[in-house]
Nanobody, 125 residues
Framework: QVQLAESGGDLVQPGGSLRLSCLVSGFTLDNSAIGWFRQAPGKNREAISCISTDTTNTYIADSVKGRFTISRDDAKNTVYLQMDSLRPDDTAEYYC??????????????????WGQGTQVTVSS
């Protein structure tokens, strides 16, 4: 059974940092592109950052470019999202999902995609 489990969400002040983790099970991570998405209240879910199996095709949304970094550790079946210089408009539920099609200009969910349960990130003073 495919499972993705996010962790690391928290309440943080503007300008602060968080690192989200996504532990996957039920499939081999090194065979799959994977991504991070977020959904703020009243807004659609959006792709934030995705990474291909060989890491050469990494997508970063314009809204987080220069502040967020995605990485993967296939040996640990874990994908990370390092978030720096957080802003109040980064407040959202963050989800990891796989498989995705990760290109440098877009990230698209693939058929049969599985989602984690989400982790809440709140940026507020």
């Amino acid at each position: 059974q495919v499972q993705l489990a996010e962790s690391g969400g928290d309440l943080v002040q503007p300008g602060g940092s968080l690192r989200l983790s996504c532990l996957v099970s039920g499939f081999t991570l090194d065979n799959s592109a994977i991504g991070w998405f977020r959904q703020a209240p009243g807004k659609n879910r959006e792709a934030i950052s995705c990474i291909s199996t060989d890491t050469t095709n990494t997508y970063i949304a314009d809204s987080v470019k220069g502040r967020f970094t995605i990485s993967r550790d296939d040996a640990k079946n874990t994908v990370y999202l390092q978030m720096d210089s957080l802003r109040p408009d980064d407040t959202a539920e963050y989800y990891c999902a796989a498989p995705v099609m990760s290109l440098q200009v877009m990230c698209v969910p693939e058929v049969g995609i599985s989602w984690g349960q989400g982790t809440q990130v709140t940026v507020s003073s």
